[in-house]
Nanobody, 123 residues
Framework: QVQLVESGGGLVQAGDSLTLSCAAS????????MAWFRQAPGKEREFGAG????????YYADSVKGRFTISRDNAKNTVSLQMNSLKPEDTAVYYC????????????????WGQGTQVTVSS
């Protein structure tokens, strides 16, 4: 089973870009579909972006489509989230997640989670 550690969060201004990274330990990283979720204060954790085991298929929530790009490098056991044109409503703790259901958009589709990294977008 892999373990996940996110990095790259921070405080940025609206319109800025930021890249989050998730490093996975273990030899089975390529067996998992990966995703980024986010959770704003007082709100439920919501799906942001997902990528298939090979990286050939990506899928996004409507709220981030066209602005965020998810990618993975199975040789380096990493998955990244490039975030452009950030908005104040993107402020949240961002979580990396691993699961076996390709295309899953719900938290129950993923059984391995990182500790999260805070992203704050000021207006």
């Amino acid at each position: 089973q892999v373990q996940l550690v996110e990095s790259g969060g921070g405080l940025v201004q609206a319109g800025d870009s930021l890249t989050l990274s998730c490093a996975a330990s273990g030899r089975t990283f390529s067996r998992y579909a990966m995703a980024w979720f986010r959770q704003a204060p007082g709100k439920e954790r919501e799906f942001g972006a997902g990528v298939s085991r090979s990286g050939s298929i990506t899928y996004y929530a409507d709220s981030v489509k066209g602005r965020f790009t998810i990618s993975r490098d199975n040789a380096k056991n990493t998955v990244s989230l490039q975030m452009n044109s950030l908005k104040p409503e993107d402020t949240a703790v961002y979580y990396c997640a691993a699961g076996t259901n390709i295309g899953g958009r719900n938290t129950y589709d993923y059984n391995i989670w990182g500790q999260g990294t805070q992203v704050t977008v000021s207006s």
